[in-house]
């Protein structure tokens, strides 16, 4: 597994992003895949998680009803959905794979994607 994330880029308050992180690799199904986010300054925080199958989702509290992860295994990608975007969700964005519990250890990490949001 090799993940690719991206779609970052830079908006204004209230717009919308769509982030993207993807694999080559046929076992991308077998993982789970969780969204992190590090703000300059900040510890990393996690975001949202999705089940290999995409039956189990999860969000962290300050995204919750603006975010939307889902994904798309027959072309090995899972997407971050991200509207009504506020300052505070400027960080870069890391997506990381797992085959354990949430929580557990990560296999594979993404290289990140900025989001920079303004005023």
């Known amino acids: 597994v090799q993940l690719q994330a991206s779609g970052g880029g830079s908006v204004q308050v209230g717009g919308s992003l769509r982030l993207t992180c993807s694999d080559s690799?046929?076992?991308?199904?077998?993982?789970?895949i969780d969204w992190f986010r590090q703000a300059p300054g900040k510890e990393r925080e996690f975001v949202a998680r999705?089940?290999?199958?995409?039956?189990?989702?999860g969000y962290a509290d300050p995204v919750k009803g603006r975010f939307t992860i889902s994904r798309d295994n027959d072309k090995n990608t899972v997407y971050l959905q991200m509207n009504n975007l506020k300052p505070e969700d400027t960080a870069i964005y890391y997506c990381?794979?797992?085959?354990?519990?949430?929580?557990?250890?990560?296999?594979?990490w993404g290289q990140g994607t900025q989001v920079t949001v303004s005023s």
């Open positions: 990381a794979a797992r085959q354990g519990r949430p929580g557990t250890e990560h296999q594979y």
């Open positions: 690799q046929r076992a991308f199904s077998t993982y789970s």
């Open positions: 999705i089940s290999g199958p995409g039956g189990f989702i």
